[in-house]
């Protein structure tokens, strides 16, 4: 794909939303001719940014996905920049904003063997949309746990009303004349400013375009807050009986061996052993059986590993028992938080209780290191709640047009 030659119709005659502020102007771009050191800049300032919404996350998905989805990012730049010329190459210091979007029918005839259908939430209500809308969601939100608007929360108003417009003024041009049915942003933190400024935006261009507006709660995300570095002061916190199960599981595998936490240097070598344990735990409802999706999800895993390397957010850990692996994580660390991902146990070990152990010694690892955020991320499994994790809300931005 290549960028279309000209930006979004709206941005050829309308004024800016304040007559102070720069006028921005917002090109529908694909992902590849986004700069990669812009949209690091952004990221790096952005309030709510999360691994997820790293370039290198969105560059594997689409190295692996990219059959099941179409681009429709879009990028805002100020008026008058050498970018924001019809066709120009976006240049990085050019870029105000990077707001990831791409667009498919809710329910593709596929998804069942990409694995690309969306993880029903924890027991919430959901408005429903048919299967056969066609839909603009944030980028790669299939895999992805949270998704935001990279750029300055104090350009987010301005930026949500560009990209209001620019959805308001027809479908991209490189993917034939069929508009959206259905603007369906999920993964937003009930914290993140975009939240806030994508549902103003939208709610003021409503009657005017015949839209009904939405806001939902999609799921929540269970979050522990690492007061201390003290592993003992820690488990001080916990539910007395949680507390004490812990502490007994511990011991019964202290008692078969040494244990040993350690982190994987590079991630690129673990591919493997990380998808052999967490198939022998989930066999055919894991991630990587020998199908279409796990192929798909091998490919994602393994760009993933290369783009970051060893000095990247994805980290991956082994735990030993009298040096044999029972349990394996993966997961992104920022410096302060470290949101888990996924892992693997050996059911052979059942008897040493890999996942609690597993993730007691990965926990006192991170709070060495400093960490003092562990996000369980989506989902209410009861186990999160065991280390005293605490319910964060997730919220679905949901724009349909009104029949007639």
């Known amino acids: 794909m290549t960028a279309p030659s000209l930006p979004c119709p709206d941005d050829l005659t309308d004024a800016a939303p304040d007559p102070g502020a720069p006028r921005l102007v917002t090109r529908r771009v694909a992902f590849g001719d986004i700069p990669r050191e812009g949209w690091e800049r952004l990221f790096s300032i952005s309030a709510r940014a999360t691994p997820f919404s790293s370039w290198t996350f969105h560059r594997a998905w689409w190295d692996a996905y990219a059959g099941t989805a179409h681009e429709e ?25 990077v707001v990831p979007l791409m667009h498919r029918h809710e329910v593709e005839p596929d998804d069942a063997l990409t694995r690309t259908v969306m993880r029903p939430p924890s027991a919430l209500p959901a408005t429903t949309v048919p299967g056969i809308a ?14 935001t608007i990279l750029c300055d929360a104090a350009d987010l ?18 993917h034939g004349p069929l508009d959206w049915d259905v603007v369906d942003l999920r993964r937003l933190r009930h914290d993140d400013p975009a939240l806030d400024a994508l549902e103003s935006a939208f709610r003021a261009a409503a009657d005017t375009h015949g839209w009904t507006v939405v806001s939902e709660q999609e799921d929540v995300a269970p979050v522990l807050t690492l007061r201390t570095g003290d592993w003992d002061a820690y488990l001080e916190t916990l539910d007395g009986k949680d507390r004490h199960e812990i502490r007994r599981k511990v011991r019964r595998a202290e008692a078969a061996g040494p244990i040993r936490f350690e982190p994987i240097a590079d991630p690129r070598t673990f591919i493997e052993p990380f998808i052999a344990i967490h198939q022998a735990r989930w066999g055919e409802e894991g991630l990587f059986p020998d199908t279409e999706g796990g192929r798909r999800s091998r490919l994602f895993l393994e760009r993933l590993a290369d783009l970051e390397g060893p000095d990247g957010a994805l980290r991956f850990g082994r735990l030993t028992v009298d040096g044999r692996m029972i349990f394996a994580s993966a997961a992104f660390h920022d410096g302060t938080s470290v949101y888990y991902y996924n892992a693997g146990q050996d059911p052979e070990a059942r008897a040493l209780s890999p996942g609690v152990v597993g993730v007691a010694a990965y926990l006192q690892e991170q709070m060495k290191a400093g960490a003092r955020v562990f996000d369980f991320l989506r989902g209410n499994e009861p186990y999160k709640y065991t280390w005293g994790a605490v319910d964060r809300p997730i919220y679905r931005l949901l724009v349909v047009r009104r029949a007639g």
Do not use: N, Q
């Not at 839909?135 to 949270?146: L, N, R």
């Open 73 to 97: 990012y879009m990028v805002c730049l100020r008026a008058g920049s050498p970018s924001a010329a019809a066709g120009a190459p976006l240049l990085p210091d050019d870029l105000v904003a």
């Open 134 to 147: 066609k839909a603009v969601f944030f980028g790669a939100s299939y895999h992805a746990d949270y998704a």
């Open 157 to 174: 108003p301005d930026v949500a009303a560009r990209v209001v417009a620019c959805l308001a003024s027809g479908p991209d041009p490189s």
